[in-house]
């Protein structure tokens, strides 16, 4: 089992920047790329990030040059920093984990953290 912990949202001004920590726990060695979703109310969740194990990273068009995945492998947390907020990245954002194990992969999700770009 793999456990995400999610932290860092807050109220941020627009143009302003946070960074989201997911810290995990567990069997993380079978982590295999680990992403970040948020879903804002009324609207379906939504990929936002993606690092793979190679450390390869993908971001919807909406938030590319602005937002940047990155993991660090010593503590076992992921990050999402990001830059030039703008009211529409208002949501709650989750982790998410994929992992592999005896040819089987699975999904793990933080529980969220609220971010919130209003002046």
């Known amino acids: 089992q793999v456990q995400l912990v999610e932290s860092g949202g807050g109220l941020v001004q627009p143009g302003g920047s946070l960074r989201l920590s997911c810290a995990a726990s567990?069997?993380?060695?079978?982590?295999?790329?680990t992403a970040w979703y948020r879903q804002a109310p009324e609207k379906q969740r939504e990929l936002v990030a993606v690092?793979?194990?190679?450390?390869?990273?993908h971001y919807v068009a909406s938030v590319k040059g602005r937002f940047t995945i990155s993991r660090d492998n010593a503590k076992n947390t992921v990050y999402l920093e990001m830059n030039s907020l703008k009211p529409e990245d208002t949501a709650v954002y989750f982790c998410?984990?994929?992992?592999?194990?005896?040819?089987?992969?699975?999904?793990?999700w933080g529980q969220g953290t609220q971010v919130t770009v209003s002046s």
């Open positions: 998410n984990a994929r992992t592999t194990s005896g040819g089987t992969d699975n999904d793990y």
């Open positions: 567990g069997r993380i060695f079978s982590i295999v790329t």
């Open positions: 690092i793979t194990g190679g450390g390869t990273t």
